[in-house]
């Protein structure tokens, strides 16, 4: 069943965001205040623990996570945490099955958060929900995703996900007109499981793929462009591409990241990817990086962008490598490359956004949130 969460944005509601979040933690009695030691992350906040995969509210005042309590069938609450305080209320809650793997959104709607989180049967299907930012009753979106990440246009009239289990291989489309959805459309991809990158703001085109692929195709489906393919054997393989699309219309622009290996020294390569003319323009070659794991992040103008690149490895046994990352960022074309912090760590980033104001990076390593002032 899919019902419409846009609805909601109707609500007779006066509300700047800030204000209403700033409400939400006066009026919420489990509201709470993260103090305590800056976890030894220098140049970083640690905002909050235990948090999946959130997103930035439309003015970066708040940022949206899901907290779970327990295993298997538990209690998730989603959340509104203050970026400026630390507080965080709770909007509501539902049960579902803890798979560690839910996801936020939100659109140019700044009223509407959605989220997934995987159905309480155990089936490791997934449901989308969305929330007022006011804490109303959740609205259930679709109920048949298969895989907790998702995609939906910034004006909130496409959403897309990867579909249920006995077609995964599908880009399942929600169509929204006049606040109200129509049938499902299933369009099938030449990849394997494929997983949503970011739709245009108008909802007409769907960008997908990871490290070995990237395609995109228009609605309402036909023939999938292919925007980047690894080369496989390369010295210049393509190691990961920025979740984060930036759109000039129809146009898509991808950010990737390369181990490039020359001089003796293997670096990374940061570049600029057109789904125009397909040219490849390079941003920036980051030195002494080893490649993988790494993170890259763009912001929605495409001006700033940022990379979380191994530099070296601290340690090293049969159950792990820990690396030594560092945080590049360049705030805007044309200004230098920027060394913004080092932290040691045996595993990429979770997540790694820009805020809407391009001033602030918000990352999540090991559960833990932490915002960067850039």
Request: a negative charge; one cysteine or more; glycine letters at 10%.
């Amino acid at each position: 069943m899919v019902r419409s969460y846009l609805r909601m944005k109707n609500a007779a509601s006066a509300l700047a965001l800030p204000s209403l979040v700033a409400a939400l933690v006066l009026q919420a009695a489990g509201c709470e205040l993260l103090t305590g030691p800056d976890d030894n992350r220098r140049g970083a906040k640690l905002l909050k623990r235990s948090v999946g995969r959130p997103a930035w509210a439309t003015d970066g005042g708040a940022i949206y996570y899901v907290s779970r309590a327990g295993s298997r069938v538990t209690t998730f609450t989603i959340n509104a945490l203050d970026v400026a305080s630390g507080r965080f209320s709770t909007l509501a809650s539902l049960t579902g099955w803890n798979t560690g793997g839910e996801q936020v959104r939100t659109t140019d709607d700044p009223n509407t958060v959605l989220f997934a989180i995987a159905n309480e049967d155990g089936s490791l299907q997934y449901s989308v929900y969305g929330v007022s930012t006011q804490g109303s009753p959740i609205d259930t979106v679709v109920t048949n995703a298969g895989w907790p990440w998702f995609s939906i246009s910034s004006s909130g009239n496409r959403l897309v996900y990867r579909g249920p289990r006995h077609s995964s291989d599908t880009l399942q489309v929600v169509t929204l007109v006049d606040n109200e959805p129509t049938a499902t459309v299933a369009i099938p991809t030449p990849g394997v499981r494929p997983n949503v990158l970011d739709v245009s703001p108008d909802g007409m085109t769907i960008v997908y793929g990871g490290p070995e692929a990237v395609y995109s195709v228009a609605l309402p489906g036909g023939s999938h462009h292919l925007l980047l393919a690894a080369n496989a054997g390369s010295v210049d393989s393509v190691k990961v591409v920025a979740p984060q699309v930036v759109w000039h219309g129809a146009d898509s622009h991808l950010l990737v990241g390369s181990s490039t290996f020359a001089g003796g020294n293997r670096h990374v390569s940061v570049h600029n990817v057109s789904s125009v003319d397909g040219i490849s323009t390079l941003l920036a070659t980051l030195p002494d990086a080893i490649g993988a794991p790494m993170n890259l992040a763009r912001s929605d103008d495409g001006r700033a962008w940022a990379a979380w690149v191994p530099v070296g490895i601290v340690d090293q046994n049969v159950e792990r490598t820990t690396y030594r990352f560092r945080l590049y960022v360049q705030i805007d074309v044309g200004e230098p490359v920027q060394s913004m912090l080092e932290w040691t760590a045996s595993e990429a980033l979770y997540w790694l956004e820009f805020s809407p104001d391009h001033r602030q990076l918000a990352l999540v390593l090991r559960g833990a949130l932490y915002v960067v002032d850039v």
